[in-house]
């Protein structure tokens, strides 16, 4: 006998044959998968149910990107839509629909959602309007998806495009590691050093039309030797106080798997031995998940986003796929506008912590706005808060602002440096996390982290501290805060704005994420933060600077010397990390150039001064380490008294002499200090202090 029941405006359906799945689904038989023998209780799970009501607005000037979004649901889930634009495809294994709308729409079209278990559905209005006088004119990607690649070998393809006018810039998110995008051409090229499946967000911004797109593309990168990979396309969503369970399946795979998470929402666990992901959820929002798994053999990674209601009536989530990427001093002004937006209430106010100088945040509609003016990787928190219930949801992720000739994160250094950090896992109330960081920021006045209005915001994974304002005591040199006396866990922040220094210490602690591992941590002052990635081993060391997995740079210390045109000097002290760092003497580029604003107060090119380097092995990563030295500089303006970098240690140092650097204004100057060495060009931004007359400091003088 069928049974049928309705669960708020979803019919559901029992089992029935599953849909076809998409991408990553052999045509031949289907290969072995870890974690079968492993179970969730389905019957403490939720009730399965569509968390999408209505779908965002598109338009025929515009690409298309949304989501349809389940919750509960006990096993793999796949897709399907009665009726979509012309112009617009679904991904039955994501829930993706994607694609250029080619003319208008406005009707209720019907979604389903199989678990294997049970098929649910709804009817959504979809409506696609026309923009731009009805045209499609804006730049549009033709690709569906992208060559796999392998580590070890070169891979290299080019990003499609339909439409425009141009001239087109290329921006990337998510890439894996080893491939850089050209931001001037769109080819993506390099030679993979991870193996995973990648979802990359590419953005193209067409000049001509004043238009951006962006679009969600997989990238698979096999291990050198196997072709193991996560058969998990989809993480189950779930709700707040609801016991939830997910199991992550891999293909392939070379013997007994061992998984590992990054970024689980609180209350969730992950079984290492399994692949079951199970607790009940503490906060709701969206949250980025960084899945491994381990065949003993290789280790593979993928990025997939879980959302947690905030109840089980709610349906208030993020209607978010991907921000477009952000070019310095270009408006990202956009129409229709760049939203970020939930659905599943009536009002909602809206709020972020963390975005980049220049853009705003509409607290009414979700709109960003404005115009960046300083490069850089921003992670942002943002906040969604239903008026009449007062629930609310969180997102976190990366807003990327690149130059104007375009290209992808791994091109843009982090301006954060760890000095040391470690992680004691797997003793829940007995975990802890240590660690201390040098930063660069903007240090002037009135653009200083102020504690009594500016949040200070530490994760690792999931792990959040959060100290909001007023929290930290003590000079603005100066700051510290400690967790009261009996309180668990056990908690102690010091802040240093004056020399740029932040350390932090855990006790006591429940930390979920697992080592070894790849482990993202966000660092965010005020409005300034910072996203790195940190290799820990297996007992929870990370050592810089062959730890660092992706590239960081920063000013440890600096001096300016100002006596008069080509008498001046300058003498840094840097720390400088990046995990493809490569260099052949007298061919790789060597240049640099000191900023203040838009005026260029040093630009010398130093090529023909590298000397060859001394080459070794690193005997405990097996990483190749350079170490460099200048010759002499026979130069009478803008000499290089002193360059050497060290890879293996990340310390650089570097002196200029007969310079002329009268355009630094008295008092205080953020200067820009850009290094380009090879084909990679490192930014960062630091603020100098004059003390007597004519002799200025990174050193931040005192009240």
């Keep these: 006998m069928e049974r049928t029941r309705a669960t708020g405006g979803t019919t559901v ?50 690409e298309y990107l949304a989501r349809l979004v389940t ?47 049970q098929l649910i559905q709804a009817t959504v209005n979809l409506k696609v309007n026309s923009a731009g006088g009805g045209g499609n004119g804006g730049a549009t990607f033709a690709n569906d998806a992208l060559p796999d690649g392998r580590v070890g070998e070169a891979y290299t393809t080019t990003l499609g495009l339909e439409n425009g006018v141009g001239p087109f810039v290329f921006g990337a998110v998510d890439l894996p590691p080893g491939l850089t995008l050209n931001g001037l051409t769109g080819e993506l090229a390099g030679i993979p050093t991870a193996p995973g499946t990648y979802f990359a967000s590419f953005t193209v911004y067409d000049a001509g039309e004043d238009n951006k797109v962006v679009t969600v593309l997989p990238i698979l990168v096999h291990p050198a030797d196997s072709d193991f990979r996560f058969a998990t396309r989809f993480l189950n969503n779930g709700e707040l106080g609801t016991p939830y369970c997910d199991l992550w399946l891999v293909e392939n795979a070379a013997g007994a798997v ?23 959820p503490t906060l709701a929002g969206t949250f980025i998940v960084l899945l491994s798994a381990s065949d003993g053999a290789n280790a593979i990674t993928t990025n997939l ?15 978010f796929f991907g921000l477009p990427t952000g070019f310095v001093n270009v408006s990202y002004d956009r129409q229709p506008p760049v939203l970020v937006a939930a ?63 375009g290209g992808d994160a791994s091109q843009i250094p982090v301006n954060f440096w760890v ?3 470690s992680l004691r896992t797997g003793e829940p109330g007995r975990d802890g996390w240590r660690a201390a960081a040098i930063y660069n920021a903007d240090r002037r006045t009135g653009s200083r982290f102020d504690p009594l209005t500016d949040v200070l915001r530490l994760q690792i994974g999931a792990r959040v501290l959060e100290l909001p304002p007023g929290s930290l005591e003590g000079s603005e040199k100066s700051l510290s805060w400690r967790s009261p006396k009996g309180a668990t ?17 855990t006790k006591n602690d429940v930390i979920t994420e697992s080592v070894p591992g790849v482990l993202t941590q966000i660092a965010t002052l005020g409005s300034r933060g910072y996203r790195l990635l940190l290799s820990f081993d297996e007992r929870g060391a990370f050592h810089p600077a062959l730890d660092f997995e992706r590239a960081a740079f920063v000013v440890r210390t600096g001096k300016l010397t100002v006596k008069g045109p080509g ?132 050193a931040m003088p005192g009240p």
């Design 13 to 62: 359906h029992p089992l029935r044959t599953p849909l076809a799945l998409a991408l990553l689904v052999a045509a031949a038989a289907a290969p072995a998968r870890a974690g079968v023998g492993a179970t969730c209780d389905i019957g403490a799970n939720g009730t399965f149910r569509f968390l999408t009501e209505a779908l965002p607005i598109g338009s025929t000037n515009a």
């Design 71 to 117: 919750a509960n649901a006990d096993g793999t889930v796949t897709f399907s839509v009665d009726q979509l634009p012309p112009g617009m495809v679904l991904d039955p294994a994501s829930g993706f629909i994607t694609g250029r709308p080619t003319s208008t729409f406005n009707e209720d079209v019907l979604v389903s959602a199989d678990d294997g278990v």
């Design 258 to 280: 061992s998984f590992g998470a990054s970024g689980l929402p609180p209350g969730l666990v992950l079984d290492p031995a399994t692949g079951v992901v199970s607790g009940t």
């Design 305 to 319: 986003a879980l959302q947690i209601a905030p109840s089980a009536t709610s349906t208030l989530h993020w209607n």
């Design 343 to 405: 659905e599943g209430a009536d009002a909602i106010a809206y709020s972020a912590v963390g975005l980049p100088a220049g853009i705003t945040y509409a607290a009414g509609s979700g709109e960003l706005s404005g115009t960046p003016i300083e490069i850089g990787e921003y992670p942002v928190t943002f906040t969604a808060l239903d008026t009449a219930t007062s629930e609310s949801i969180v997102l976190s992720t990366v807003f990327l602002v690149l130059p104007p000739s």
């Design 419 to 421: 000095t040391k950090a």
């Design 489 to 505: 866990p056990v908690e102690q922040v010091k802040l240093a704005p004056g020399n740029q220094t932040l350390s932090w210490v």
């Design 567 to 698: 008498d001046d000097a300058a003498k840094l002290s840097l720390l400088l990390a990046d995990p493809a760092f490569a260099y052949e003497a007298q061919t790789s580029a060597l240049r640099i150039r000191l900023l203040h604003g838009d005026t260029v107060l040093v630009d010398r090119d130093f090529t023909a001064l590298g000397a060859e380097p001394k080459l070794t092995t690193d005997a405990r990563t097996g990483t190749l380490v350079y170490a460099i030295k200048s010759l002499k500089d026979a130069a009478t303006v803008d000499r290089v008294a002193k360059f050497s970098y060290h890879s293996g240690k990340g310390a650089m140092s570097l002196a200029l002499a007969d310079l002329d650097l009268a355009a630094l204004p008295g008092g205080e100057a953020h200067v820009g200090v850009e290094l380009t060495i090879g084909l990679k060009t490192y930014y960062t931004a630091v603020t100098f202090f004059e003390g007597r007359t004519g002799r200025w400091s990174t």
